[in-house]
């Protein structure tokens, strides 16, 4: 055995060995000399320190291996922060600590390990500085540039914490609604999605690797605008004919009535003409519009021997006829309203038929000397002002006084058709259509003293639109047209009930 350079120990060789090769085992050259003399290894000189560069949340630092590597010369090799003593391995460099701190200043030192143990120390690296999220950008204007869409002016921050900064985000409030523009530098950011007539203000932050900044001050207040409605809903119902005359006259018709949509746009103007009642008996109602869409007037019911416009009631269309007039009432407009009711023929049954309605025909008058005058045709029922109302019922047949028996008028039509008139000593007028149903009148009765009782009046039209109320309310309304806004949930409604003009958006 000898020691060489360095303290190197000889190998001893022995024939007997149990390695069966002439050579000691470790075991037993350790056994030999004493195993408190024997060499288990050599620490590895300390790293030389390169440049440590900073990341987000983390550093890679640089470094060269010791050199001398010791024994075993198989190293790791650890890199620990100050302050916190953050650290991270690896085999080669350069080793990358992570966990640290965004925005604070670190500097790192390297040591090798072998199974021997941990060489001292590096020298400090150079100070460096993790990433951290950006300042808070300046706001600037918002500004509304449609009825969804802002504009939102922002001035970068004047720090990007170190890396550049990839986006801007604006916000709005209420509501969250989000737009963002990809540069490092100020701008205009669009957000879109915006509700239409409803308050804004929008904040800004920057982002970067790091995450998001601070968010700005809040910008100024705007509001978008309403689009005007490119379709609205319609009802437009004509005025009511007025009743026939007594003797058993029929009611009036009330037959014009038309529902739907309709396109519209903005800057153009729509006429609204609100039918007037037949002003008296024997006569039309008038017909209303709104846009293109025209209603017709109901027609006047007859009497027994009055001025009708025809034995079939009147020419507006729906009248009820009157004794001794064949059983055919006015004929009904397609697409609004029904026939009229026929009158009885003979005596001694002098009964009117109802006018008709735009629900339903009115009814005939019946051959008995129980009978009554005839009812009016039903209206039809509409839900455009938020409850459901009928509209142009037909007027009531007028009843007749025979054998001193007296008879009942019909009943008006649901939706505004007034009853007949009933067989009186001295009074059985008819009643008047209601207004703004576009109900026809009732007929007229006939007295003990064979006098002939007056029809009644037709009830006025109505024009109604509706639309949601995310739209533009009605810009101009001229020409006299008089008008309510009945409350529908998340509708406007307009409710014309008289008068002749224009509206537009």
Do not use: C
């Given at each position: 055995?000898?020691?060489?350079n360095?303290g190197?120990?000889g190998?001893?060789?022995?024939?007997?060995?149990?390695?069966?090769?002439g050579f000691?085992?470790?075991?037993?050259q350790?056994?030999?000399?004493g195993?408190?003399?024997?060499?288990?290894g050599?620490l590895?000189?300390a790293?030389?320190?390169?440049?440590?560069?900073?990341?987000?949340?983390?550093?890679?630092v640089?470094?060269?291996?010791?050199v001398?590597?010791?024994y075993p010369?198989?190293?790791?090799?650890?890199?620990t922060s100050?302050?916190?003593?953050?650290?991270?391995?690896?085999?080669?460099?350069?080793v990358?600590?992570?966990?640290?701190?965004n925005g604070t200043a670190?500097?790192f030192?390297?040591?090798?390990t072998?199974?021997?143990?941990?060489?001292?120390?590096?020298?400090?690296?150079n100070s460096?500085?993790?990433?951290?999220?950006?300042g808070?950008p300046?706001?600037g204007t918002?500004?509304?540039?449609g009825?969804s869409?802002?504009?939102?002016?922002?001035?970068a921050p004047g720090s990007?914490g170190?890396?550049?900064?990839?986006s801007y985000?604006?916000?709005?409030?209420?509501?969250?609604?989000?737009?963002?523009?990809?540069?490092?530098?100020s701008g205009?950011i669009?957000?879109s999605?915006l509700?239409?007539g409803?308050?804004?203000?929008?904040?800004?932050?920057?982002?970067?690797?790091?995450?998001?900044?601070?968010s700005?001050?809040?910008s100024?207040q705007?509001?978008t605008?309403?689009?005007?409605?490119?379709?609205?809903?319609?009802?437009?119902v004509?005025?009511?004919?007025?009743?026939?005359?007594?003797n058993?006259g029929?009611g009036?018709?009330?037959?014009g009535?038309?529902?739907?949509t309709v396109?519209?746009?903005?800057g153009?103007?729509?006429?609204v003409?609100?039918?007037?009642?037949?002003p008296?008996?024997?006569?039309?109602?008038?017909g209303?519009q709104?846009?293109?869409?025209?209603t017709?007037?109901?027609g006047?019911?007859?009497?027994?021997?009055?001025p009708?416009?025809?034995?079939?009631?009147?020419?507006?269309?729906?009248?009820?006829?009157g004794?001794n007039?064949?059983?055919?009432?006015?004929?009904?407009i397609?697409?609004?309203?029904?026939?009229?009711?026929?009158?009885e023929?003979?005596?001694?049954f002098r009964?009117g038929?109802?006018?008709g309605?735009?629900?339903?025909?009115?009814?005939?008058?019946?051959?008995s000397?129980?009978?009554?005058?005839?009812?009016g045709?039903?209206?039809r029922?509409?839900?455009?002002?938020g409850s459901s109302?009928?509209?142009?019922?037909g007027?009531?047949?007028g009843?007749?006084?025979?054998?001193?028996?007296?008879?009942s008028?019909?009943?008006?039509g649901?939706g505004?058709g007034?009853?007949?008139?009933?067989?009186?000593?001295a009074?059985?007028?008819g009643?008047?259509?209601?207004?703004?149903?576009?109900?026809?009148?009732?007929?007229?009765?006939?007295?003990h003293?064979?006098a002939?009782?007056?029809g009644?009046?037709?009830g006025?039209g109505?024009?109604?639109?509706?639309y949601?109320?995310?739209?533009?309310p009605l810009?101009s309304i001229?020409?006299?047209?008089?008008?309510?806004q009945?409350?529908?949930?998340?509708?406007r409604?307009?409710?014309f009930t008289?008068?002749t003009?224009t509206?537009?958006w």
């Amino acid at each position: 055995m000898n020691r060489g350079n360095g303290g190197a120990i000889g190998v001893l060789v022995s024939p007997t060995s149990t390695a069966g090769s002439g050579f000691w085992s470790l075991s037993e050259q350790q056994q030999l000399i004493g195993a408190s003399v024997w060499p288990q290894g050599r620490l590895p000189g300390a790293p030389t320190i390169g440049t440590a560069t900073a990341g987000v949340r983390s550093a890679s630092v640089t470094f060269t291996p010791p050199v001398d590597p010791g024994y075993p010369a198989s190293l790791t090799y650890t890199a620990t922060s100050s302050p916190g003593g953050f650290t991270g391995t690896g085999s080669s460099s350069p080793v990358t600590v992570t966990g640290l701190a965004n925005g604070t200043a670190y500097t790192f030192t390297v040591t090798a390990t072998n199974s021997s143990g941990t060489s001292p120390a590096s020298a400090a690296s150079n100070s460096t500085t993790t990433y951290s999220v950006p300042g808070a950008p300046t706001i600037g204007t918002a500004t509304t540039t449609g009825s969804s869409t802002a504009t939102v002016t922002y001035t970068a921050p004047g720090s990007n914490g170190g890396t550049a900064i990839t986006s801007y985000t604006a916000v709005s409030s209420p509501g969250g609604i989000t737009g963002a523009l990809s540069q490092a530098g100020s701008g205009t950011i669009t957000v879109s999605g915006l509700s239409s007539g409803t308050s804004y203000t929008f904040t800004v932050y920057a982002t970067n690797a790091a995450g998001n900044s601070a968010s700005s001050g809040a910008s100024n207040q705007i509001t978008t605008p309403q689009p005007a409605p490119t379709s609205v809903e319609y009802l437009v119902v004509a005025g009511g004919g007025g009743g026939g005359g007594g003797n058993g006259g029929g009611g009036g018709g009330a037959v014009g009535m038309l529902d739907s949509t309709v396109g519209v746009s903005a800057g153009t103007s729509y006429t609204v003409t609100v039918g007037a009642g037949a002003p008296t008996q024997y006569s039309d109602g008038s017909g209303s519009q709104f846009s293109s869409i025209t209603t017709t007037g109901g027609g006047s019911g007859v009497g027994e021997s009055g001025p009708g416009s025809g034995n079939y009631g009147g020419s507006g269309g729906g009248g009820g006829s009157g004794y001794n007039y064949p059983k055919g009432g006015g004929s009904g407009i397609s697409g609004q309203g029904n026939n009229g009711g026929g009158g009885e023929l003979g005596n001694p049954f002098r009964w009117g038929g109802g006018g008709g309605g735009a629900g339903a025909a009115g009814n005939s008058a019946t051959s008995s000397l129980s009978s009554n005058g005839e009812a009016g045709g039903i209206g039809r029922t509409s839900s455009i002002t938020g409850s459901s109302t009928y509209y142009a019922g037909g007027g009531g047949g007028g009843s007749y006084h025979e054998f001193q028996q007296y008879r009942s008028g019909g009943a008006g039509g649901a939706g505004g058709g007034g009853a007949g008139g009933t067989a009186t000593f001295a009074t059985g007028n008819g009643v008047n259509g209601s207004a703004n149903t576009g109900g026809g009148g009732g007929g007229g009765g006939w007295s003990h003293n064979n006098a002939s009782l007056g029809g009644a009046l037709g009830g006025s039209g109505v024009v109604i639109i509706a639309y949601p109320n995310t739209f533009l309310p009605l810009a101009s309304i001229s020409g006299g047209l008089s008008y309510d806004q009945p409350s529908r949930s998340g509708y406007r409604v307009y409710r014309f009930t008289g008068g002749t003009g224009t509206i537009s958006w």
